[in-house]
């Protein structure tokens, strides 16, 4: 479905010009803007189904104007994808945690930029599920109300944790979630979870999950996503090397618990 107003908030005229022309040529009406300022004021006076931001703006920067947005009600349920420069993953983790949906880098190819819309676009339209729903995705069957989880029709046995960080992922399939805000939602537990650790436990919950392990996605550097069957992958390559990165260090989580 096209037709979607889509705000753009970019400083720089040559780059804010072609994110609308492609825009515009897959029929989104899109519009924008040069500042943060005026980035804030356009989106709460227009409500754009989705705020595309650059990070890198002169006065407020996009860091804050995407905090601002999502701390507001009336803005909070808009979907922001930020532009970052290529290889900034520090600025991708920070916006992820300032609230970003999604990043597109700089220089940008069309195709990804597309994609990557359409995608944030539909699961902002998509309902949000109650988090103790069953959930089927792929091969995996998670029922989080009673803490089961199957692979094709087969019972796995995770630990708490590693439920945990399961289901959290698939409570919004596709979407990408920093080391940091894993920890924050499986936190609680009996014992204090770090960024590495998170880590661990993926790879210990991949293992485990066998031939669904691989719905599990690395987003290199960034973090991990549930695999929403899209196609739509943040980083293609990324997914090989970090297979192979965790298999490489299966050894040293042999004593996992049980
Ligand atoms: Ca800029």
């Given at each position: ?102 990043y597109v880098t700089k ?22 599920r109650n988090d103790d ?126």
């Amino acid at each position: 479905m096209s037709g979607e107003n889509i705000l753009i908030v970019e400083d720089e005229e040559d780059i804010a010009e072609l994110l609308e022309y492609n825009l515009q040529r897959h029929d989104y009406v899109a519009t924008s803007v040069g500042s943060g300022e005026e980035g804030l004021q356009a989106t709460r006076e227009s409500k754009p189904q989705l705020v595309l931001l650059d990070l890198m703006l002169p006065g407020l920067g996009g860091l804050d104007v995407c905090r601002r947005l999502k701390a507001d009600p009336a803005t909070a349920g808009i979907p922001v994808i930020m532009l970052t420069a290529k290889g900034e993953e520090e600025d991708i983790i920070a916006g992820f945690d300032a609230g970003a949906d999604d990043y597109v880098t700089k220089p940008f190819r069309p195709k990804v930029l597309l994609a990557r819309v359409k995608a944030v676009l539909r699961r902002g339209a998509a309902k949000r599920r109650n988090d103790d729903e069953p959930l089927t995705q792929g091969p995996l069957h998670i029922h989080p109300g009673r803490f089961e989880v199957t692979v094709d029709g087969l019972p796995v046995e995770l630990t708490r944790t590693e439920f945990r960080i399961l289901s959290f992922l698939a409570s919004r399939p596709g979407w990408v979630f920093t080391r940091g805000q894993i920890v924050k939602a499986v936190h609680g537990d009996d014992y204090p979870v770090t960024g590495r650790a998170v880590d661990v436990q993926v790879a210990a919950l991949r293992r485990k999950l066998g031939a669904g392990g691989r719905m599990v996605q690395t987003v290199r550097g960034i973090g991990y996503k549930m695999d929403d069957g899209t196609g739509v992958d943040t980083d293609p390559d990324a997914n090989a090397d970090a297979d192979s990165d965790a298999d490489a260090g299966e050894n040293e989580l042999a004593d996992g618990p049980k």
